[in-house]
């Protein structure tokens, strides 16, 4: 009920459990007769509400601050915390059942987040000075951001040194000062005020502290390069590297600090900051790329054509690469991603724009027709871009694609491990340049095109509101494409930092039943190894990851009388989003599975004429090239959710590029220089529980949980609580409450439309962390510790993608509809 009780509190306190008894009218009219009739009736209705029997399981883990273990009741398990425990026995108690009261009290105890935001809430609207600046701090939700590569490995190991120098700038400008770190070519020098100093600029250092404690050669006064230079309130760091070499000769400066730093490095420590933060950033990336939902496709280039090449797929977004193949698993990427898009994508990039495709797919004799149309090309006649719209949002293969192009830097290709010179001979392959052949790959292919699935429920539902009636067919099949008479390769490249496969997969084509509740679906397999395959079905399936199902192949069964091919125990592992293909293993109970044995014999017998599917072993270091190109190109932020106590922190941002707009914002509102702020996307009170409460329940192999949120910025207010409003798309449940969410930010500053991918990681592969952790360990053991505990307490990832393109084409189209 809306009404407010608080002030009878203790007349609901005193008729607890008593509703059901036979005096209860009695006694309850005694105490209520001088209250108003109708205050009487709906205090008595809220007893007898509080009172009705109760049967919802309460899951507080994540919603409250405190850790939740099993909590079972009356054949019911419940997950609570200590408090909330308390809570419910006491409740309980009193009303003698598990009612609503009994759920309302557990679902509102003092630690709950919930209860805490809004009375800190309602503390601010009264002006307590205290509530005030909790509330100040909750406006604030500071994050750092880790950039993916390029990581730059110093030529030289630099020793963390204080001594003092006397530094002179041209021929009379000499002040003192202390190193902060020494390596045997450069050093970093710290200048206590902002006297002019530029970057490029030569000048002399004499290492006078050295002077004191050793006898130094003849020489003692060198030419240095200023390299770097930060500023820090009145504070100057800066960085210099020696002009020129010295004299070669047994007590030359060279192999006296050669010498000097090997003798001391354990006693001072290595300056081991670019490793920290390459492994850090690193870490992130391997939890961060697997999990990537988008599609990132390369573009080659032969002569003056512009083809896709590669994909880069992953569990996330392979979905999203399935959906663009023909009726016999060919790539049709050529019709999404055409010459005359990538002309426009080009000319987009250069103001940071995107570009956005709709699509569907016409099913006719067994056969599959794409369609699709961009904002551009539908903007020239508005009548038909709403039939074309409507029409295409009536299919059920209905999609909303948006394009983003992205320069191939071939250097970010490379990406080092920064292990300075201490590299060993046997280690050496870890830093070793790109081969010719992979350079001569990439010099072939100019753009990255990432494709992003940004459809969404309610935007299908508002194109489905529009009309198509009289639609031009004449005009609907222009942008209908041909099938190409030879199909089009485009090399599947897996994003992964550790081959999870057991076996090879080999690619098979075979009939196949598969039977489930006496049902019998028909496909053909696509692959196979001795614990499983991948099965194309004919026919789009309800079946479930987790489902028994039974394999007959009657093809294979006609070759072979050893081994009985029919009602095989498989399990299914992955569903594809199209519902028509899936993965399965073999399912063994008591017995050698029969299957398992076949399949064995088949790879032994014919292991020279059948294919690997292992589609990356043909080229390793392209796959790992194009990984890491992409990683530090891609524009999509990640939040880094990470374990603290029985909670979840989000104080990680990780990504490759963070000149996006949403970053921008996010910068301009954080009260630190070297911080972002996540209140846009953590200021709302629930999207934090429920992010939380979604990745306790997921599985690494679950599909992501989305979430999207509408975010108002106002140019004109200084504080960051009143300038960003931010709804839940469940709150606005309307289309007109969207459109008016939207036309007063437009109004009023800048608007947002954001789509958060939640996703569950699995462990990472510390061998590829191992050599960087080893080398920041054997000098900083405290510092190597701490980072690995860091890296095993990283849960899930929540990609960020910025879709307000295509929610205001959709709200200026609905709104002159």
């Not at 007769?33 to 209705?45: C, D, S």
Request: aromatic share 10%; charged share 20%.
């Amino acid at each position: 009920m809306n009404k407010d009780f608080s002030k009878y509190k203790k007349i609901i306190d005193e008729f607890s459990g008593q509703v059901l008894n036979s005096d209860f009218e009695t006694k309850f009219y005694a105490v209520s007769k001088n209250l108003p009739q109708t205050e009487r009736f709906l205090l008595k209705m809220e007893l007898k509400r509080l009172a009705a029997p109760c049967t919802r399981l309460i899951d507080l883990r994540g919603l409250v601050d405190g850790e939740c273990k099993i909590f079972q009741h009356e054949q019911r398990i419940h997950f609570l915390d200590n408090v909330a425990s308390l809570v419910f026995t006491e409740a309980f108690t009193r009303y003698g059942s598990y009612s609503l009261a009994v759920y309302e009290a557990t679902m509102n105890t003092e630690n709950n987040f919930r209860v805490i935001y809004q009375k800190e809430k309602a503390q601010l609207s009264k002006g307590s000075p205290e509530a005030s600046t909790k509330i100040l701090e909750k406006s604030q939700y500071p994050a750092k951001f880790y950039s993916f590569g390029p990581y730059h490995n110093r030529i030289e190991e630099r020793m963390n040194f204080v001594i003092s120098i006397q530094v002179t700038i041209g021929n009379d400008r000499t002040f003192k000062c202390s190193t902060l770190d020494l390596s045997v070519s450069g050093c970093k020098f710290k200048v206590n005020d902002l006297r002019p100093i530029a970057i490029g600029q030569k000048i002399t250092i004499r290492f006078s502290g050295l002077e004191d404690q050793f006898q130094l050669m003849a020489e003692s006064d060198f030419t240095y390069e200023v390299k770097n230079l930060t500023v820090l309130d009145n504070m100057q760091l800066v960085g210099v590297k020696r002009a020129h070499q010295d004299k070669s000769g047994p007590n030359s400066f060279t192999q006296y600090m050669l010498s000097f730093i090997q003798e001391n490095k354990r006693r001072y420590k290595i300056n081991l900051d670019n490793s920290i933060s390459a492994l850090q950033a690193r870490s992130f990336e391997q939890y961060v790329l697997p999990k990537s939902n988008e599609l990132a496709v390369f573009i080659e280039k032969n002569n003056t054509s512009l083809t896709p090449k590669y994909a880069l797929t992953c569990p996330n977004n392979q979905g999203l690469y399935q959906y663009w193949q023909d009726e016999q698993h060919n790539s049709t990427l050529f019709c999404l991603i055409t010459p005359e898009r990538i002309t426009r994508l080009k000319k987009l990039a250069l103001s940071g724009q995107s570009l956005l495709v709709f699509s569907f797919i016409h099913q006719s004799q067994g056969k599959s027709y794409f369609y699709t149309a961009d904002e551009l090309q539908l903007g020239d006649d508005a009548e038909f871009m709403t039939q074309f719209l409507a029409f295409a949002a009536s299919k059920e293969n209905f999609l909303i694609t948006q394009l983003a192009l992205l320069d191939v830097v071939p250097s970010r290709g490379q990406s080092n491990f920064t292990l300075s010179n201490s590299m060993t001979e046997k280690n050496a392959y870890l830093n070793a340049p790109l081969s010719n052949e992979i350079q001569a790959l990439l010099a072939k292919t100019p753009y990255i095109v990432v494709v992003n699935d940004v459809t969404q429920n309610e935007s299908v539902q508002a194109y489905q509101s529009l009309s198509y009636e009289g639609i031009n067919s004449v005009k609907l099949k222009r942008f209908g494409h041909k099938r190409l008479s030879e199909k089009l390769i485009v090399d599947n490249i897996g994003i992964n930092y550790r081959n999870k496969r057991q076996e090879l997969r080999f690619t098979y084509k075979t009939p196949v039943h598969v039977e489930i509740n006496d049902v019998i679906l028909t496909g053909v397999s696509l692959d196979f190894s001795p614990s499983g395959l991948k099965v194309s079905l004919d026919k789009t399936t309800m079946l479930l990851k987790g489902d028994m199902v039974y394999l007959s192949f009657p093809k294979l069964q006609k070759i072979t009388s050893a081994f009985a091919l029919t009602d095989l125990p498989y399990e299914v592992v992955r569903v594809n989003s199209a519902k028509n293909i899936i993965n399965l293993r073999v399912f063994v109970q008591q017995h050698q599975h029969i299957g398992r044995k076949f399949f064995k014999a088949l790879i032994d017998k014919n292991s020279d004429k059948l294919t690997s599917d292992e589609y990356d072993t043909f080229s390793p270091d392209l796959a790992r090239a194009l990984r890491n190109i992409y990683s530090a190109s891609s524009t999509v932020p990640a939040l880094v959710m990470q374990t603290s106590g029985s909670r979840y922190k989000s104080e990680v941002i990780a990504g490759g590029d963070c000149h996006s707009n949403l970053m921008s914002v996010m910068q301009q509102l954080s009260d630190g220089n070297l911080y972002y702020n996540l209140y846009p996307i953590l200021g709302h009170a629930d999207i934090m529980p429920s992010l939380s409460v979604k990745l306790k329940k997921m599985q690494e192999m679950d599909s992501p949980s989305c979430h999207v949120l509408y975010i108002a910025l106002k140019a004109s207010v200084d504080t960051v609580d009143k300038a960003v409003s931010i709804k839940l798309s469940s709150e606005l449940n309307s289309e007109a409450l969207k459109q008016g969410f939207i036309h007063q930010a437009l109004k009023n500053g800048q608007f947002f439309c954001l789509m958060i991918k939640l996703s569950r990681v699995g462990e990472p592969d510390m061998s590829y962390l191992h050599h960087e952790l080893s080398y920041i360990s054997a000098y900083a053991l405290h510092r190597g510790k701490q980072i690995e505990q860091n890296i095993w307490s990283v849960s899930g990832i929540a990609q960020i993608f910025d879709i307000s393109q295509e929610a205001l084409f959709r709200y200026r189209l609905t709104r002159n509809a």
